[in-house]
């Protein structure tokens, strides 16, 4: 007390200030757990090891549940990417069970669960078949040979992929270990999208389209990669297994993830290159060029071939209002200022306007 009475009276303020605050804190400290039981209940805790083990054992035993509703998957998912349907597209991916065998083998790798990874890998591998042979027919028996939007977006996969299929793959295994959240595994499902490259794999063999059939193939094996990679590393984090039993599988998942990089980021490149291109195309063309300045441009597409671009470019225009020198010279016009050699398709779609006027409704 005496030691107090003896300090500036600033300071004495100053440590009044300090205890209230304490005070303060201490007492919504108490305030925090009065009737609530240290909020035991609102604690979040993950799956008992028996537990998980038996649910993912289940999901990667290749039941004819599993082969029933990968094949109606298969067959969904095709109609619709026939169909250019995101809507049906999506309804594929919500039912394909093929999910649960490769959230298996993550868990199997973090385990160290020799037996289980065989079980989803031969799991995974049927499925795998299942679903490009049911593809296959499926687009065989049904004859369209035009390629829409939604089959070419899964035959050119980038970095971007890669990153969805590990942010998905680290999601599956942490919604399988948790039952509050179990809900979120179609959510899953739907982001990594699984069948529907397979399918495009289908209907790439049907249609004898190997590059297409090559390029959803490289999206799936990203896919499958990341879930498994991404997913082990959860398990191993939530004390799932340990880092010595799964070092060799993931020591495998980093050397194929390292090939499968390769062709992802070249296409990335080409990627942000032709949307670079066709950026800096569309504001010549809308802007420094008086050829297209009355038409309505329906698109423009960029497509970069070995030493030069291809330049397609819709247009809506009056017919005869646009000739092959105007074409000519904004060709050329492109390549000064892009840099490179440029091939130039134009494509006019004829307008016809038909005008009726008060004069007009008089004549009988």
């Known amino acids: 007390m005496t030691v107090l009475l003896s300090l500036n009276p600033r300071y004495i303020i100053y440590i009044r200030y300090i205890l209230r605050k304490i005070n303060r804190k201490l007492h919504f400290k108490e305030l925090w757990y009065q009737d609530n039981g ?9 799956k008992p090891v028996a537990s998980l083990n038996r649910s993912l054992w289940r999901l990667s035993v290749p039941s004819f549940s599993f082969h029933f509703m990968l094949g109606l998957s298969a067959i969904i998912a095709t109609l619709g990417l026939l169909a250019n349907s995101v809507a049906i597209i999506i309804g594929a991916m919500i039912i394909a069970p093929l999910m649960g065998p490769i959230v298996g083998m993550a868990y199997s790798i973090a385990m160290g669960n020799r037996k289980l990874l065989r079980r989803s890998s031969l799991t ?48 599956g295994a942490f919604a399988n270990t948790r ?6 595994l179609p959510g ?43 997913g082990t590393l959860v398990f191993l984090f939530q004390s799932y297994g340990n880092i010595e039993r799964a070092k060799k599988g993931l020591a495998m998942s980093t050397v194929i993830m390292f090939f499968l990089g390769i062709p992802l980021t070249l296409s990335m490149r080409e990627l942000i290159l032709k949307k670079n291109i066709r950026y800096q195309i569309s ?22 071939k070995k030493g030069y ?13 646009i000739s092959q020198k105007q074409v000519d010279l904004v060709r050329n016009f492109l390549a ?29």
């Open 283 to 304: 504001n010549l063309i809308v802007y420094e060029t008086e050829t297209f300045a009355n038409s309505d441009i329906k698109l423009i597409s960029v497509v970069p």
């Open 179 to 184: 039952r509050s959240i179990s809900d979120a």
């Open 336 to 364: 000064d200022n892009i840099g490179k050699p440029i091939d130039l398709k134009v494509t006019v779609i004829p307008i016809t306007i038909l005008e009726s006027t008060t004069q007009n409704s008089n004549i009988r």
């Open 38 to 46: 240290n909020w035991h209940w609102i604690k979040e805790k993950a």
């Open 124 to 171: 995974i591998l049927k499925g795998i078949i299942l679903t490009i042979l049911a593809s296959w027919v499926t687009a065989s028996l049904i004859g369209l040979e035009t390629v829409d939007s939604e089959i070419l977006s899964r035959t050119n996969p980038t970095l971007i992929d890669f990153g969805i299929a590990m942010a998905a793959g680290a999601a």
């Open 188 to 230: 899953v499902a739907i982001a990594v999208a699984l069948v529907p490259p397979l399918s495009v794999v289908g209907i790439g063999l049907g249609l004898g389209e190997e590059e297409m059939a090559m390029g959803a193939s490289l999206l799936f094996s990203t896919n499958l990669i990341c879930i498994v990679f991404f």
């Open 309 to 321: 671009l291809t330049v397609a470019i819709e247009i809506a225009a009056p017919v005869d209002s």
